[in-house]
């Protein structure tokens, strides 16, 4: 099952210090990672968010790019200040060896593309660079396979998609939320305590099947339902459910909510 999220830019509101918007930040991109979602898109929803939707997409794709890929990617900047509170995620394209002699044909590589006088290389973090034939332009970042190991390293460039397992998550920002319900070609989950409890029949129906789902969560002021307004009646393909029903508390926080709610659809998928 192919899953991706749709988050506001408003989900770090609740959190007044920029070092709790950061921590907040990575309990969302290890909650993203550990239930492999491809893509998260973060929406506008409204108010004065924008620096908080900023730092968001800016920590998460940083979390997500390779450790030894971020002092290119990313220079030194007041948004990653606390960065070091940021826990690693540690998914496939991340735990790759530095030792060139353990790489092997197949294997499967992040990495950037260079130029040393007048050539393209790209630099997958080992003790050395690999000659690129490709036409990707300079400084951007690549998925790349192995087509000779150790001592020829060759390689081509493929799609993430391609990569034996999980690559991580992307990241898009959209201007709202309806933009993103009405343009997605699959099922939507819209998470809400004005839905119907989610149930294990539901849930197969999304789980069981080939269609790319989107699990749409609301902002700590507002639900979806107050989101949408009136387009709600619009959304094609949608079905909103409760994953906390009986609740005690006031509110789900959604670093909770995240957790929570895959959690349960990955287990019906398991199941």
Sequence with gaps: MKLSVAIPESALSDESLKIDKTRKISILARACSIFKIDTIYVYQDGGTYKQDGNLLVMILRYLETPQFLRRRLFPKMNDLKFAGVLQPLKIPSHITPANAKKIVRGDVREGIIVSVKGKRFVDVGINQLIQFYGKTSMGKRITVQFKEGYPKLSVKEIEKSEAPAYWGYSVK????????????????????????????????????????????FGSPEKGIHEILGGKMKNVQNAKSLNFFPNQATETVRLEEALLGTLAIINAQSTS
């Design 173 to 216: 920002e959209r201007a709202n939320l309806y933009s993103i319900l009405s343009e997605w070609k699959g099922s939507v989950i819209i998470t809400s305590r004005k839905g119907k409890t989610a149930t294990k029949d539901q849930l197969s129906k999304y789980t069981k099947s080939d269609e790319p789902v989107l699990v749409a």
